[in-house]
């Protein structure tokens, strides 16, 4: 089964800092690397990655995956105490799915 | 060192067939969590469990029943099968609410 490695494992920042979560996989059957934001139960969908090189962006956060090096970071630009949270990110390598340990951000006003 | 465990990897069900998706953890948690993900929608939540004999209803339960008479299993149960469960069904689990979640590999549920 691929391993997802997430780092750092916890971060701590001030509003308006900029972060950058870092995300690396194995490949066996590489089909899509996602990521989650999860602030209670049920993670939310953040981005789905297929190609590489292709930033994908949403408001404040963007993704990009590099395909040949096997990772994918999630910056958050601007943050916001809102935005603490723990960041998953999920490899589907067509068997099934590997989730990574997660990234605990703490924003500070 | 297993984590959580869920079988089958895959199914395909016909439509009004019964099936179990089991869930097993060996890391003595607490909190366990049934979630179903559909393409680009995120993971919501079918069921969850705070303890051996008490579960509750997530925000998506309609069609399923799930048991917890162990610590360590947490099976999700699809009665008569429809083909709006066609889904990734992922099982977790946590030892405090909300943190620290490990998750199992999935399910990937077809019903035609």
């Known amino acids: 089964e691929d391993k997802v490695v997430q780092s750092p494992l916890s971060l701590v920042v001030h509003e308006g800092d900029t972060v950058t979560l870092n995300c690396s996989y194995e490949v066996t059957n590489f089909r899509s690397l996602l990521w989650y934001k999860q602030e209670k139960k049920a993670p939310t969908f953040l981005f789905m990655l297929?190609?590489?090189?292709i930033e994908k962006k949403s408001g404040r956060l963007s993704s990009i995956l590099d395909k040949k090096e096997l990772f994918s970071i999630l910056n958050i630009t601007a943050t916001q105490t809102g935005d603490s949270a723990v960041y998953l990110c999920a490899e589907d390598y067509g068997q099934n799915f590997v989730f990574g340990p997660g990234t605990r951000l703490s924003v500070l006003p | 060192n297993a984590g959580v465990t869920q079988t089958p990897k895959f199914r395909i069900l016909k439509i009004g067939q019964s099936m179990t998706l089991q869930c097993a953890q060996d890391m003595n948690h607490n909190y366990m969590y049934w979630y179903r993900q559909d393409p680009g929608m995120g993971l919501k939540l079918i069921y969850y469990s705070v303890g051996a004999g008490i579960t509750d209803k997530g925000e998506v339960p309609n069609g399923y029943n799930v048991s917890r008479s162990t610590t360590e299993d947490f099976p999700l149960r699809l009665e008569l099968a429809a083909p709006s469960q066609t889904s990734v069904y992922f099982c977790?689990?946590?030892?405090?609410?909300?943190?620290?979640?490990?998750f199992g590999s999935g399910t990937r549920l077809t019903v035609v």
């Open positions: 297929t190609s590489s090189g």
């Open positions: 977790a689990s946590s030892l405090m609410d909300s943190y620290g979640y490990t």
